[in-house]
């Protein structure tokens, strides 16, 4: 497996612990040690809470307008990264609508993504 593949594996497995977790501190069943690994961290220079942020916003049927927060960490984020998790089938599985993911920027009154 290539670097890049490699790196794009652990992105979307960090994703997966922090969007898993639902920010419920990770009770139970030893998902809070896998989320403490996680929280600090990046993904797209988009810190992982700012990702949970915006979970509600990409998550069909009845999305909500995305929060002060989660527009706050999208204004930082490498938008050009974030295309290369469109295509992703693990966004789907995490019930995020990579339509609705890549619409999230102008929604936010940011540059819309080069996807």
Do not use: W
Request: glycine share 14%; with cysteine; aromatic share 2%.
């Amino acid at each position: 497996m290539s670097e890049r593949k490699v790196v794009h594996v652990l992105a979307l497995l960090m994703l997966l612990a922090a969007i898993g977790n639902n920010g419920n501190g990770g009770g139970g069943g030893g998902g809070g040690t896998l989320i403490l690994l996680v929280q600090g961290q990046t993904i797209c220079n988009i810190p992982v809470a700012g990702l949970r942020a915006c979970k509600p916003a990409v998550t069909p049927p009845r999305p909500s307008q995305p929060t002060a927060d989660c527009c706050a960490a999208l204004s930082h984020g490498d938008f050009r990264c974030l295309c290369s998790y469109k295509t992703s089938p693990l966004l789907p599985s995490l019930g995020i609508d990579p339509n609705l993911a890549v619409q999230l920027p102008r929604k936010c009154g940011l540059p819309a993504p080069p996807c």
